[in-house]
């Protein structure tokens, strides 16, 4: 049976998991052989998940120490291989070497982030424009910045005190421009923008205000028949469910055009209706709403059908 490496162990990258700044790798390897005994081993290090060494031993002994440089920050791999003496080669065992930038922290700030947030348009809840995040520069090591593996750009928003991805925007390389699709975010105001690289390390956040539309249903009328100089409701519903103001305007039909004649403002209650009172001379009319706060752009509903008010 071919030699199989039982331990992979590490001096300057203790941890697979965690980032070191280190340039070069330093560790031991150690096997077993129940059928004859371990003469040597094969190893690469390299970038690709699955390579596998030949059988030229690299060492020679029963024990290896393996030196390696990592220079570029990301994620490396060991590949190694046990080799018996009469020249059996083991599976190959592995091991991730994360290398960070040589300092702690990637430095995207607002000044050297431009975060262009175009008009959000919510339709039927669904957010259907982009957010765009063009990183000018990312500060990392020397002049000019170590360029990075590949990184992530996670859209967050918050809710409370608490912070939550609602969509990712993926590339590699030091500079360049990504978008990514919001789904439904009409209730929320306060977003950003992290960058994560590619040995786990986030930037400082650049932070964005976002103002989606609410919704507006039809107003239609509390009655079937509306007398002149008689109070009548026009009503509807508003969402987000909230307390907000909502403004109904009544439009005169003349021919082919629209006259606007009145506007009322009133504020929804809690569950989102709201009832606008009017007294219009005998004529045709047709009604719209709109609605607009510190968390929502200004939203208009569909007009009305034509309401005869007699």
Do not use: C
């Not at 120490?65 to 291989?81: D, E, F, I, M, N």
């Not at 995207?108 to 919510?122: E, L, Q, R, Y």
């Not at 390389?173 to 994560?196: C, D, F, I, K, Q």
């Not at 976002?210 to 969402?239: D, E, I, W």
């Amino acid at each position: 049976m071919p030699p199989k490496v039982i331990a992979i162990r590490s001096s300057s990258h203790a941890l697979e998991t965690t980032g070191y700044a280190q340039a070069s790798f330093t560790g031991t390897v150690h096997a077993v052989d129940s059928a004859s005994w371990v003469r040597g081993y094969s190893w690469v290090v390299d970038r690709i998940p699955g390579t596998v060494p030949d059988g030229v031993p690299e060492s020679i002994g029963a024990t290896a120490s393996v030196t390696a440089s990592v220079t570029a920050p990301g994620k490396w791999y060991l590949h190694v291989r046990a080799i018996d003496a009469a020249g059996n080669a083991g599976p190959v065992a592995r091991r991730t070497i994360v290398v960070a930038p040589s300092t702690a922290t990637i430095v995207v700030a607002p000044s050297t982030a431009t975060i262009t947030v175009p008009k959000i348009v919510v339709a039927g809840y669904r957010a259907t424009s982009k957010v765009t995040a063009s990183l000018k520069s990312l500060a990392s090591t020397g002049t000019p910045a170590a360029p990075l593996d590949g990184h992530t750009l996670l859209v967050q928003k918050r809710a409370g005190t608490v912070w939550s991805t609602i969509a990712t925007m993926s590339a590699s390389g030091v500079v360049g421009s990504y978008a990514a699709t919001l789904p439904a975010v009409w209730n929320a105001t306060a977003m950003r923008v992290e960058l994560v690289d590619n040995a786990l390390y986030k930037a400082v956040p650049a932070t964005f205000t976002l103002k989606p539309r609410a919704r507006l249903s039809t107003p239609v009328a509390s009655t079937s028949a509306p007398r002149a100089s008689r109070a009548f409701s026009m009503k509807g519903t508003l969402l987000p469910k909230h307390a907000g103001v909502v403004s109904v305007t009544a439009y005169r039909v003349s021919g082919t055009r629209l006259v606007r004649v009145s506007t009322k403002a009133v504020t929804a209650t809690s569950t989102g209706g709201y009832k606008a009172a009017f007294k219009l001379k005998a004529g045709v009319y047709r009604f719209q709403a709109t609605h607009s706060d510190a968390g929502h752009a200004l939203t208009k509903s569909a007009l009305s059908l034509k309401v005869r008010v007699r």
